[in-house]
């Protein structure tokens, strides 16, 4: 596209109007690569990236995508100990950090002696080259050995130490289809004249993979410095959307504005609308198709790439819950043995797949990954459950699994109730201890009114609960805090809180 039309935006940043052409993306990553040559770095060797979203988060990631390296984006939320956990783990050479995450990136340094050089970004930092100004002496031809990278991305890290998903470096010519792309343009109809819009973190690995593939086909995207529920709105009105994706949370926060704040804004122009990364209550999406009509997709997938499963409206309607069914991998429920469990049995899901990947430096995860028995069968920890159709449901992540009196509770189901309750801003549920079954449901509830929480609205959510679920699956008790610690890509760092309720106790939960 920098060659056909290189004055066509290739992404244009929401808030600001900052917009980077295809032909200053092309110089600019160019110039990227000709640094990472300068600095000594190799095909597969590694950098990162501590940035919040920026004009030259992409940039940087081309660069290093047309060099043949491996780059990490890490999230803005970490800590400057876990942030140098990640960086070292992954064997980076050097580190990009916005000057706007200042606090953090003071302690950077000293704590990764093997990085050989900091570059600051949208500002100054101590101790760190500007980026922009180091970029700008370099030639913005493309180097002599062009080769395709590969991210390297790590979990949220919400049950332990993030890990990082190693995958084989490409091979070819940097300028190789993508199959990702394809995917985008099979199951989405995106092509040269979409507009697709990424509301979430670029940090996260759906909102990178998609918005790079996005380029690849030709498409202008749309990077929002942060969600805002409204402004998202306001952004598919004012750049003319026709695509874009989301995680269910959003969706939440969308739906609960008030009426005039969702009626004002033009969607007419958005055409597809695609979301992932936690199961979505199915009354929040009913509502979502009803506002926005049967242009809301789902797919099902993790960073590792083992599988891939998708929905459309038309079929989840008939398929209400379900995650869609496998176009990439065949999927098997199986039981903790490893044996596979018949149609509607829950049970761990692993996808037969041909796709190789493992957690670097981490032997013991990737062989949990692994089915005893069959080779190529490899899980996510996720469980759930098929249908007589082929459709998947998704359950819960394994490790959030309730056991009370020796039932098995996946909380995901009632959250899913407690979110709808219009007092109800935020939830998590979690397993807490109980002398006589082991453990008791809790719910941890951010309600929309601070004024509100209380020991009676404790009691009108325990009763809603009840009148919709089994009583097994009902919260003991509930607790209220101003704000759950949820990840801005939708993830719930769920240890947080059921850490303070396990204090000085023996515990299977991580």
Not at 88 to 116: I, R
Not at 126 to 136: I, L
Not at 151 to 173: F, I, N
Request: aromatic fraction near 10%; charge should be negative; glycine fraction near 8%.
């Amino acid at each position: 596209m920098a060659a056909e039309n290189p004055n066509k935006p290739a992404y244009t940043m929401a808030e600001s109007g900052e917009i980077i052409t295809y032909g200053m993306l092309e110089k600019r990553s160019n110039q990227t690569a000709q640094l990472f040559r300068q600095m000594g770095l190799k095909h597969g060797d590694g950098i990162a990236l501590f940035m919040l979203n920026s004009p030259r988060f992409l940039e940087i990631c081309w660069g290093a995508q047309r060099s043949g390296l491996r780059f990490t984006a890490i999230s803005t939320r970490l800590t400057a100990d876990e942030v140098a956990y990640i960086v070292g783990d992954c064997g980076a050479k050097s580190l990009f950090v916005s000057a706007g995450l200042s606090e953090t990136a003071a302690a950077l340094p000293a704590k990764m002696p093997k990085v050989k050089r900091f570059f600051s970004t949208d500002g100054a930092l101590k101790g760190y080259e500007s980026y922009e100004q180091v970029r700008e002496t370099l030639p913005e031809t493309p180097i002599a050995d062009q080769s395709p990278g590969v991210d390297m991305l790590y979990s949220s890290g919400t049950t332990g130490r993030p890990k990082g998903v190693k995958r084989a470096m490409p091979e070819g010519a940097f300028d190789d289809p993508y199959p990702n792309s394809g995917l985008l343009s099979l199951l989405y109809e995106m092509d040269e004249h979409s507009i697709y819009l990424s509301p979430a973190p670029l940090y996260h690995a759906a909102p990178l993979v998609f918005t790079m593939s996005a380029q690849r086909l030709g498409a202008s995207c749309v990077v929002m410095e942060h969600f805002d529920p409204e402004a998202s709105l306001r952004f598919i009105e004012r750049y003319k959307v026709s695509h874009s994706q989301w995680v269910p949370t959003m969706f939440v926060r969308m739906l609960k504005m008030p009426a005039e704040a969702r009626e004002r804004h033009d969607l007419s122009s958005l055409r597809c609308a695609i979301h992932a990364a936690a199961p979505c209550p199915i009354e929040i999406k009913r509502q979502m198709i009803d506002w926005w009509g049967e242009i809301i997709h789902e797919y099902y997938a993790g960073t590792e790439g083992n599988g891939f499963c998708v929905i459309n409206s038309e079929e989840w309607l008939k398929h209400p819950g379900s995650v869609g069914k496998a176009v990439l991998g065949i999927p098997h429920i199986c039981d903790e043995e490893g044996n596979e469990l018949p149609v509607g049995e829950e049970g761990v899901i692993y996808f037969e797949s041909e796709i190789v990947f493992e957690y670097h430096q981490s032997p013991e995860k990737t062989k949990e990954s692994r089915h005893p028995v069959h080779e190529g069968w490899t899980t996510l920890g996720d469980v759930g459950r098929l249908d007589e159709d082929g459709y998947l449901y998704l359950t819960d992540r394994k490790s959030f699994m309730i056991i009370s009196g020796g039932v098995n509770i996946y909380p995901q189901e009632t959250e899913n109730i407690l979110i709808t309750h219009p007092k109800v801003q935020d939830v998590a549920v979690f397993g807490v201890p109980n002398e006589e079954f082991g453990e008791e449901v809790k719910a941890v509830v951010q309600p929309m009114d601070w004024s509100e929480a209380g020991e009676s609205l404790a009691e009108e959510l325990m009763a809603y609960a009840r009148e919709r679920l089994s009583p097994i699956k009902c919260p003991r008790s509930v607790d209220f805090e101003k704000a759950l610690p949820r990840h801005p890509t939708g993830k719930l760092y769920k240890r947080l809180l059921r850490d303070k309720y396990w204090t000085g106790r023996e515990s299977r939960i991580v």
